[in-house]
């Protein structure tokens, strides 16, 4: 429908007023974010200046551009004195001068902004009221026409203001900056003395490393100290290891020079270890256990059993491990095909499971048998008492081989027995947590006379640098 005339009049004013206020709101709002700008102390060489947003106020344009300049000249000198330096002193004091003058400058612009929005809004809702007057359809009209060309209107001034304040900010930041003038230097890379170096650091610690990582890593006992270190049990004897085999070598070096080795000192220092601890019988007992199997107990038994037959000693060697015996295959000897198992069935007599070593004339050796399927309740029965009693009449030294201690209960039955227990820990081996849960046991604690023999040290360890004898001449020396 065709709008009146009157009509047109009002829409026209309203427009203008409309587009009046849209541009005092967006001066009201520059205000807001310089003042805001200035109370952050922020750098004013990036605030938008007023010519940017349309305000056309020459006293605060020349503020803004002086506090500009003194900010520039205060970045300046700083790049080479100190906050201390008398001009930056002084120019501090003029910015914060010109500051305090923007803000009263800003407090007086908006406070007449302000007013200018009250009138503004106040001829809006006269003319609001004569809209009011007109009739109904082309009030209607009227309004929807008012609200799209206002929105339209403001939509364009929006975009306008966004595009110069997008300019604005391009115009103030340089695309590209210089930050060092381009030199030679000849050859950058490959840079030799930096890769030789490089090569030289990875070629040492890496194995640094890798060695660290496998120690620290280690759990197993290496040394006695590790023993030490969780328990007071006296250490009685040090085996070490030898890459040729030495489980027979005892009894083939009884009267050769050959005897003298650090294999066989070593079974000698344990034996003369185990003679401090003296008892009142004519019959010495020595049990040996370990903590797992694998530990070398059976190889040590052997081996002590051998060097007390060297003595002249009636020696016997009693297989207990009637769970895992290995005895027979250790040291060489054929079974009579009587054993342990033999004698608590009563097949056997005790004269009949004994087996007699064919070099060592005082070596005789009980082996397990065949392997029984209550091995604990048979120990713990009055025969193992009647048989003890009957070899310690009968023998000067006795050597018990029996299970580890740490799986099964065997050899708890049989240290009643034993003068001497034996706990054999084996380097590399024995894991340090399990050798600590089992000496703090309370029926380990409970055992008499125990003591902790290390196997298979390393040859190259500590003593275990020479090896003595006596040459022709019946010399001592000592031979590397």
């Known amino acids: ?22 541009a005092l709101l967006a001066k009201l709002d520059y205000y807001s974010y310089l003042n805001d700008y200035i109370e952050s102390n922020r750098d004013m060489q990036e605030v938008i200046v007023p010519t940017s947003m349309g305000i056309e106020d020459p006293v605060l344009g020349q503020l803004i551009s ?37 803000q009263e400058s800003l407090s007086s612009v908006i406070s007449a902004t302000n007013l200018s929005l009250n009138d503004i809004n106040n001829r809006l809702y006269n003319l609001s009221g004569q809209i009011r007057k007109l009739p109904g359809t082309e009030q209607r009209l009227l309004n929807i026409e008012r609200s799209r060309q206002m929105n339209n209107e403001t939509y364009t001034f929006l975009l306008t203001k966004l595009t110069e304040a997008q300019l604005a900010k391009a115009a103030n ?30 070629g040492l610690f890496l194995p ?16 006695t100290d590790d023993v030490k270190e969780f328990s007071v049990l006296p250490i009685i004897g040090e085996v070490p290891h030898e890459r040729k085999n030495g489980k027979v070598s005892l009894a083939k070096a009884a009267n050769s020079y050959n005897g003298n080795t650090i294999l066989a000192e070593s079974f000698r220092s344990i034996r003369t270890s185990l003679g401090y601890y003296s008892n009142q019988k004519a019959s010495k007992t ?16 052997i081996n002590l059993a051998k060097s007390f037959a060297q003595l002249n000693k ?37 004269e009949d499971i004994i087996n007699k070593d064919s070099e060592l004339e005082n070596l005789h050796i009980i082996f397990a048998g065949h392997i029984p399927p209550n ?49 054999v820990v084996r380097h590399n081996v024995t894991p340090k947590p399990v050798l600590k849960m089992n000496l703090r ?10 003591s902790v023999l290390v196997n298979g040290i390393p040859f190259q360890r500590k003593e275990y640098s020479y090896k003595y004898g006596y040459d022709a001449n019946s010399k001592y020396f000592a031979k590397n």
């Open 375 to 423: 091995p604990s309740e048979l120990i713990a029965g009055e025969a193992t008492k009647r048989l003890m009693e009957q070899l310690q009449e009968k023998y000067d030294m006795i050597i018990i081989d029996t299970p580890p201690v740490g799986i099964v209960a065997d050899a708890h039955l049989l240290t009643e027995y034993a003068d001497v227990n034996v706990m």
């Open 173 to 202: 930041r340089p695309d590209n900056e210089i930050v060092e003038e381009a030199i030679s230097k000849g050859m950058v890379v490959p840079d030799q003395k930096r890769s030789v170096m490089l090569v030289l650091l990875l």
């Open 208 to 223: 640094a490393v890798v060695i660290f990582i496998k120690i620290f890593s280690n759990d197993k006992v290496l040394e």
């Open 286 to 301: 020595v049990l040996f256990t370990s903590t797992l199997p694998g530990e070398g107990k059976s190889f040590c038994a």
């Open 66 to 102: 002086q506090l500009s300049t003194l900010n520039a000249e205060r970045s300046a000198l700083r790049f080479n004195a100190t906050t201390e330096n008398p001009n930056i002193t002084r120019i501090n004091a003029s910015i914060d001068n010109l500051k305090s003058s923007i």
């Open 441 to 450: 046991d309370e029926k380990v604690k409970n055992i008499p006379h125990l």
């Open 314 to 350: 009636r020696t016997l060697l009693i297989e207990f491990d009637m769970r895992r015996p290995s005895l027979s295959k250790q040291s060489g000897i054929t079974s009579n095909g009587n054993g342990l198992s033999a004698f608590y069935t009563g097949d056997a007599k005790v």
């Open 1 to 22: 429908m065709d709008v009146s005339y009157q009509g047109q009049m009002i829409l026209t004013q309203s427009q203008e007023l409309e587009e009046q206020k849209s």
